[in-house]
């Protein structure tokens, strides 16, 4: 069966960095794009960006451009989310969400299956 | 970016109830729009995407209609595992521009 299973729970200082990775498996990895979401405490959700699983690019809003990179390993079949320049508006649960292709192989669209989310606290 | 607004913020219902939750967009985007469940602690689950197509494994007492600037969702007759929050999503543009609305919750009345 399909899983993305994340990285734990990450405390980190204002100005720091943070990576984290989403193992997946139960499927061909080259074939489905991810996604990466968070979701601020009691807030709704917000999208961070997309990465081809089959040729690495990425597709990342201008709010995140200068900040967030994504990654990935072929060969262990993970992606991985860097945030670069922590700040305490950036305190949130991070999932990646396997994305269903609906769009073509070059737009993100809906996201099947998730990880399990990973707590990032950002904390002087 | 495009703005999706979602209505009402919160509804309360009881079991057996029909209930539908609205997303509007800020301008036409065709039928690119995704319908999430999520329940307390839990990552998002797909109920409905392309507007109307139901996720392989949701109950069919979910639906989802719509097209250019105005969606729903509807929930035929509620269920005691239905009490959530409802979250719209669109993906248009280009360069990419994914968007969620701001959640609808589902409470017990």
């Known amino acids: 069966q399909v899983q993305l299973v994340q990285s734990g729970a990450e405390v980190k200082k204002p100005g720091a960095s943070v990576r984290v990775s989403c193992k997946t498996s139960g499927y061909t990895f080259n074939t489905y794009a991810l996604n990466w979401v968070r979701q601020a405490p009691g807030q709704g959700l917000e999208w961070l960006g997309w990465?081809?699983?089959?040729?690495?690019?990425?597709q990342i809003p201008q709010k995140f451009h200068d900040r967030v990179t994504m990654t990935r390993d072929t060969s262990t079949s993970t992606v991985y989310m860097e945030l670069k320049m922590l700040r305490s508006d950036d305190t949130a649960v991070y999932y990646c969400?396997?994305?269903?292709?609906?769009?073509?192989?070059?737009?993100?669209?809906?996201?099947?299956?998730w990880g399990q989310g990973t707590p990032v606290i950002v904390s002087s | 970016d495009i703005q999706m607004t979602q209505s009402p913020s919160s509804v309360s219902a009881s079991v057996g109830d029909r209930v539908t939750i609205s997303c509007r967009a800020s301008q036409d985007i065709s039928t690119w729009v995704a319908w999430y469940q999520q329940k307390s602690g839990k990552a998002p689950q797909l109920l409905i995407y392309?507007?109307?197509t139901l996720q392989s494994g949701v109950p069919s007492r979910f639906s989802g209609s719509g097209s250019g600037t105005e969606f729903t969702l509807t929930i035929s007759s509620l269920q005691p595992e239905d009490f959530a929050t409802y979250y719209c999503q669109q993906a248009t543009g280009f360069p990419p521009a994914l968007t969620f609305g701001g959640g609808t919750t589902v409470e017990i009345k």
């Open positions: 969400a396997r994305d269903q292709g609906v769009r073509g192989v070059y737009h993100p669209s809906s996201f099947d299956y």
């Open positions: 392309a507007a109307s």
């Open positions: 990465i081809s699983s089959h040729s690495g690019g990425t």
